[in-house]
């Protein structure tokens, strides 16, 4: 009996703090994008990347485990990352759009922030066209294999 009524306590206990908590929060707490997202390790081991804000803008952010030094290698401020991946131990590859129509271009950078470079420009006003990375060419990494369907819209052709 005296643990029914102890288990009831605790319950209602935890049911008003959940109560009052969830006055506090307002709706759209619940619906804005995550903080930090696509946390992801460098092939070697020696960084950590992920897409945070930057100037009420989600860039990358990479972490030298080693001293653990942050910088932004990307500081776009007109535009939103979307996605990254590493490329190898020292390059990321990351996606946007141009004008918020979702046909994504692919661009490069350097863990350090150099190096920064357009690999496909994504399309502005146009129905929906896109370039996706096909594979990192492990062998030779001066190269990627990706897929555009510039050419005909329903069947991306690989470059």
């Known amino acids: 009996m005296r643990l029914r009524l102890r288990f009831l306590t605790a319950f209602m206990l935890l049911g008003a703090t959940t109560a009052a ?9 619940f619906f804005k994008p995550a ?23 989600r860039n990358i952010a990479v972490i030298d485990l080693a ?7 990307t500081q776009v401020t007109d535009n939103e990352v979307t996605g990254f991946n590493w490329a190898n131990d020292d390059r990321l590859l990351f996606y946007m759009d141009a004008d918020g129509n979702e046909s994504f271009g692919i661009f490069a950078v350097n863990k350090d922030g150099s190096k920064a470079r357009v690999l496909a420009e994504p399309t502005v006003g146009r129905s929906f066209r896109f370039t996706s990375v096909l594979d990192l060419l492990e062998d030779d ?19």
């Open 67 to 73: 001293t653990f030094e942050s910088r932004f290698v």
């Open 141 to 159: 990494p001066e190269y990627i294999l990706v897929t555009n369907n510039k050419r005909l819209a329903a069947y991306p052709d690989v470059y």
């Open 21 to 29: 908590w969830a006055d506090t929060l307002p709706l759209d707490y």
């Open 35 to 57: 903080r930090y997202s696509n946390v992801q390790l460098s092939p070697d081991g020696t960084h950590l990347a992920a897409i945070a804000p930057f100037e009420d803008h």
